[in-house]
């Protein structure tokens, strides 16, 4: 097994022979350094962070711990002051990118990059997937690509110093015609959205693509299932890693290596920590919570402990590819995204997503959490690939029923759950968003 590209990128960083055991004193130095350099240009140029840090002795941290410190920064910031938060004139930012609201209140967040930012977005891309191209090779991608600077575009335009082809299908509205492409054209890796790449493998023109003609498939931008990373390895033969990206993140925080074992991080531009979400403390190694991100390398819109929502936990143990760097662990959801539903049960996506990708042929489904005379109703509907709409029905009833929240939840009366029905219509595919339960209960 090849060691992380990272781990190979990183040892250049701080002068290391990437064949040993890095120095992780040294990168801790380096992020240190990088890390006042971050806060000193925030709380000069930055009118939000200006007023954020004023009165910290913020320029000159001694220690990464002293970052504990200073306050977080939060969604709601990026949505409320928008280009109070910016560390440069408007006329150098590059790119804006406005997200969709998944919810129905608030201003939309929005992001600002510099050409350098997604410069080096695309140097990560690029180190990311090398090991997996040859010269010669065509990459289709499943992500947007209609502006310039889209994830799509950068993507694309990254990759071409390695000598491979780009062809940039957009997000996935027709399976069938996606999989048809990869059965008819030669494509050495595919790039997309966990699950519109499940409805591409699971749609009958992919029993069409010869095995072992993919090489290698990314996943990005949403939780995934490990039902469709075995299906992958199945069907195409080859492996399916995970990609943290995210939009805060100028879209790359990490990516897996070959051993698919949790991400490896983009240590030189963006410092992790993992905090209680309830209390904002840190947390050991190995213990499950918020991840909080500080941008390192960061002038147009640096962030400060920024709290991306997500769940996870360091993994410390060595890498089986032979890296000792710390790795996150494969994400566990969005913490908006566990939902009570009584009896002391939760109830979220990736839960949900492992249990029902499991069924063969359902391509997505929705779930949404109601409320009727005051009990908690979790109704499912689902899309499935072929004609055996009633025999999933009765499957995806039966796995809800088994699954131990629900059953708990069920059997104290605090939860009811509807018969799973056929999606009257195709759910919305998106780039932006993650897919999410439905909260339509009233707040208490
Ligand atoms: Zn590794």
Same mark, same amino acid.
């Given at each position: 097994?090849?060691?992380?590209? @990272?781990?190979?990128?990183? %040892?250049?960083?701080?002068?290391?022979?990437?064949?040993?055991?890095?120095?992780?004193?040294?990168?801790?130095?380096?992020?240190?350094?990088?890390?006042?350099?971050?806060?000193?240009?925030?709380?000069?140029?930055?009118?939000?962070?200006?007023?954020?840090?004023?009165?910290?002795?913020?320029?000159?941290?001694?220690?990464?711990?002293?970052?504990?410190?200073?306050?977080?920064?939060?969604a709601?910031?990026?949505?409320?002051?928008?280009?109070?938060?910016l560390?440069?004139?408007?006329?150098?930012?590059?790119?804006?990118?406005?997200?969709?609201?998944?919810?129905?209140?608030?201003?939309?967040?929005?992001?600002?990059?510099?050409?350098?930012?997604?410069?080096?977005?695309?140097?990560f891309?690029?180190?990311?997937?090398?090991?997996?191209?040859?010269?010669?090779?065509?990459? @289709?991608?499943?992500?947007?690509?209609?502006?310039?600077?889209?994830?799509?575009n950068?993507?694309a335009?990254?990759?071409?110093? @390695?000598g491979?082809?780009?062809?940039?299908?957009?997000?996935?509205t027709?399976?069938?015609?996606?999989?048809?492409?990869?059965?008819?054209?030669?494509?050495?890796?595919?790039?997309?959205?966990?699950?519109?790449?499940?409805?591409? @493998?699971?749609?009958?023109?992919?029993?069409?693509?010869?095995?072992?003609?993919?090489?290698?498939?990314?996943?990005?931008?949403?939780?995934?299932?490990?039902?469709?990373?075995?299906?992958?390895?199945?069907?195409?033969?080859?492996?399916?890693?995970?990609?943290?990206?995210?939009?805060?993140?100028?879209?790359?925080?990490?990516?897996?290596?070959?051993?698919?074992?949790?991400?490896?991080?983009?240590?030189?531009?963006?410092?992790?920590?993992?905090?209680?979400?309830?209390?904002?403390?840190?947390?050991? %190694?190995?213990?499950?919570?918020? #991840?909080?991100?500080t941008?390192?390398?960061?002038?147009?819109?640096?962030?400060?402990?920024?709290r991306?929502?997500?769940?996870?936990?360091?993994?410390?143990?060595?890498?089986?590819?032979?890296?000792?760097?710390?790795?996150?662990?494969?994400?566990?959801?969005?913490?908006?995204?566990?939902?009570n539903?009584?009896?002391?049960?939760?109830?979220?996506?990736?839960?949900?997503?492992?249990?029902?990708?499991?069924?063969?042929?359902?391509?997505?489904?929705?779930?949404?959490?109601?409320?009727?005379?005051?009990?908690?109703?979790?109704? #499912?509907?689902?899309?499935?690939?072929?004609?055996?709409?009633l025999?999933?029905?009765?499957?995806?009833?039966?796995?809800?029923?088994?699954?131990?929240?629900?059953?708990?939840?069920?059997?104290?009366?605090?939860?009811?759950?509807?018969?799973?029905?056929?999606?009257?219509?195709?759910?919305?595919?998106?780039?932006?968003?993650?897919?999410?339960?439905?909260?339509?209960?009233?707040?208490?």
């Open positions: 097994m090849q060691v992380s590209p @990272l781990h190979i990128w990183i %040892a250049d960083e701080l002068d290391q022979a990437a064949n040993t055991e890095l120095n992780l004193e040294s990168l801790r130095a380096l992020q240190l350094e990088r890390l006042n350099r971050t806060l000193a240009h925030a709380s000069t140029n930055s009118p939000f962070y200006k007023k954020q840090l004023q009165n910290k002795q913020t320029c000159s941290l001694t220690s990464l711990q002293d970052l504990t410190d200073l306050p977080f920064t939060s709601d910031d990026l949505r409320q002051e928008g280009l109070q938060m560390g440069v004139s408007q006329s150098v930012i590059e790119r804006v990118v406005t997200l969709e609201s998944s919810g129905t209140t608030g201003a939309a967040k929005r992001l600002y990059f510099t050409g350098e930012e997604l410069a080096r977005t695309q140097a891309f690029r180190l990311g997937m090398c090991p997996y191209l040859d010269p010669g090779d065509r990459v @289709l991608i499943l992500l947007p690509g209609e502006l310039p600077a889209s994830a799509g950068l993507l335009t990254a990759l071409r110093p @390695l491979v082809e780009c062809h940039i299908e957009g997000i996935v027709d399976p069938g015609r996606c999989a048809a492409l990869l059965a008819e054209e030669n494509f050495a890796c595919v790039v997309g959205i966990p699950v519109q790449v499940l409805s591409v @493998l699971r749609h009958p023109n992919a029993s069409r693509i010869a095995r072992g003609r993919i090489k290698s498939v990314f996943l990005t931008s949403d939780y995934v299932p490990s039902a469709l990373v075995d299906d992958i390895r199945r069907q195409w033969g080859c492996p399916a890693l995970n990609h943290y990206g995210m939009t805060e993140l100028a879209l790359t925080g990490g990516v897996e290596c070959q051993a698919l074992d949790g991400y490896h991080l983009r240590e030189p531009d963006l410092y992790f920590e993992v905090v209680d979400p309830v209390d904002g403390r840190p947390l050991t %190694a190995g213990e499950t919570g918020e #991840v909080v991100v941008t390192l390398t960061r002038k147009g819109l640096p962030l400060i402990r920024y991306t929502g997500d769940l996870a936990r360091f993994v410390v143990e060595p890498c089986p590819c032979g890296s000792n760097l710390p790795r996150l662990s494969k994400l566990q959801g969005r913490i908006a995204q566990h939902l539903i009584g009896a002391g049960q939760q109830l979220s996506m990736p839960l949900l997503d492992e249990t029902l990708f499991l069924i063969p042929d359902l391509t997505n489904y929705q779930a949404v959490l109601s409320l009727e005379q005051g009990v908690n109703c979790l109704s #499912v509907t689902v899309e499935t690939a072929a004609g055996s709409g025999t999933i029905l009765q499957e995806v009833d039966r796995r809800l029923q088994e699954l131990a929240p629900i059953r708990t939840a069920v059997a104290t009366g605090t939860l009811r759950l509807a018969a799973a029905r056929l999606c009257p219509k195709p759910l919305p595919v998106s780039a932006t968003v993650k897919r999410s339960i439905v909260d339509q209960r009233k707040d208490p």
